[in-house]
């Protein structure tokens, strides 16, 4: 039913939202500011709610050795992905040659749009990006929701608290009571996710229009496929390490990837998803640590644009790129990809690194993409989303975190154990309260809490 079901609700704002920005363009870019303003909401939960899963999760393996051994296990498989991201996007693009004669002119391209678009910035260097993760306050991490900082914090504090043990009681049940909280949080500032959507929706395509489809067809085409063949295989590799059907997965959390879909931001469903990796069998440490990294680490879908661009821009300006320099591509991307999240126009940044390194694509080239940078996003976020969690599952039962009987009864269960598709007041307590211990109190020596099917 339209009232109880948040998918059915996303899914009319989103077909709403498309209409109005066809017939009202004015009127659909005038409200885009309702999804900024609900991905600002849900941007502010992140940081906390990280902590708690984190910090309560390595409290509750109660050993932090096999928490390190799942950051290395996530590392290796988010290099391996990432890695054949770009790899398939570079053959595809050689298969298809999407922006073969076009024959432009790049002294007809404006230099500067490429600088407005990114506000002058620049991609950090890898010193620079393991010193900015490293927090330089306890305060300050949480204030500029820097999220690799926040998990040095909770690694750190989940450690300390294994070192206490019982000298500190308290302090683990504060933070599970706090973790509730954020969640129930999480839960009001999802009641306006139509509305989000509906806005986002409306915003793109009364700003952009739907001419650019046309323009920059057998561009997005390629980029689209290549993005459904990657999670093709994704599937398969799920299935093959774990048991599990990502089709399934899909349905379970229909309506978060319909969200993400709709505002463009996977972060947007960050919560929810974390919360539902832990109802689907996965345990706390393994989803606090894999999923927030993979915003970072594991962007396999940027992964994608970046490769199947750069080649784009060297064929519409007439470049034939070798076989050495193409191998130079995936490398610099392989760099340049790492640490994207969150810094604004941070896909032309890479470009223009890439373009830059070759030495024979004019760095006015990227410019080209700018007209079909957004109606890329919503390839990138999802194809992003999905990937981080197959990670999750797949890295959890490599280190023996997943409990495979109950992710495959929530998963294959006939409502998909779908909580957004209950009754609404349900949806909205049942969907925020997180699974914890039974009891408050509980100590680090005991078993993980995910033993009891959510949703």
């Not at 305060?139 to 690694?155: H, W």
């Not at 039962?397 to 006939?414: F, Y």
Request: hydrophobic share 50%.
């Amino acid at each position: 039913m339209l009232r109880t079901s948040l998918f059915t609700q996303v899914a009319v704002a989103l077909l709403l939202g498309v209409l109005v920005g066809k017939v009202w363009p004015e009127a659909g870019a005038a409200v885009q500011w309702v999804s900024d303003g609900f991905i600002r909401l849900i941007k502010t939960m992140i940081a906390p709610l990280v902590f708690c899963v984190v910090v309560t999760g390595i409290a509750k393996a109660g050993d932090l050795r096999a928490f390190g051994r799942i950051g290395v296990k996530a590392l290796v498989w988010f290099e391996v992905a990432s890695t054949l991201a770009l790899v398939l996007g570079l053959v595809a693009a050689n298969l298809v040659s999407p922006g073969a004669g076009m024959n432009v002119d790049p002294a007809t391209l404006d230099p500067d749009a490429v600088d407005a678009k990114t506000g002058g910035g620049e991609l950090a260097s890898t010193s620079d990006f393991v010193l900015e993760s490293l927090p330089t306050s306890f305060v300050g991490a949480f204030a500029e929701n820097s999220i690799l900082q926040v998990l040095v914090l909770a690694c750190l504090t989940g450690a300390a608290l294994l070192h206490l043990g019982p000298k500190v009681p308290a302090i683990l049940p504060a933070v599970a009571q706090v973790e509730t909280v954020v969640f129930t949080l999480v839960g009001y500032i999802m009641r306006l996710a139509p509305l989000a959507v509906f806005a986002a929706s409306a915003g793109l395509i009364g700003q952009y229009g739907l001419t650019v489809i046309t323009t920059y067809g057998k561009l997005i085409a390629v980029c689209y496929l290549v993005g459904l063949l990657f999670l093709g295989l994704l599937a398969v590799a799920l299935r093959l390490l774990t048991g599990i059907s990502l089709w399934h997965f899909v349905r379970y959390t229909r309506a978060e990837l319909l969200l993400a879909l709709g505002t463009a931001s996977s972060e947007s469903v960050m919560p929810r998803m974390m919360d539902k990796l832990r109802k689907a069998g996965c345990r706390d440490d393994a989803v606090g640590l894999v999923l927030p990294t993979g915003y970072s680490f594991n962007l396999d879908g940027a992964s994608i644009y970046l490769s199947v661009g750069t080649l784009f821009i060297a064929q519409a300006v007439g470049v034939d790129l070798s076989l050495g320099q193409q191998v130079t591509v995936v490398l610099v991307l392989m760099l340049t990809s790492k640490g994207m999240a969150g810094v604004p126009g941070s896909a032309f940044l890479a470009l223009s690194a890439t373009a830059s390194s070759l030495g024979v694509i004019p760095a006015g080239a990227v410019a080209l993409l700018l007209g079909a940078d957004r109606i890329m996003d919503s390839m990138r976020v999802v194809v992003n989303l999905l990937g981080n969690c197959v990670a999750v599952f797949v890295v959890s039962r490599w280190d023996g975190a997943l409990d495979l009987p109950l992710a495959r009864r929530v998963l294959t269960a006939p409502s998909g154990e779908s909580v957004t598709d209950e009754d609404e007041d349900e949806d909205e307590d049942a969907t925020v309260t997180p699974v914890t211990d039974e009891s408050a109190g509980s100590t680090p020596d005991q078993a993980p809490a995910n033993t009891t099917a959510g949703g």
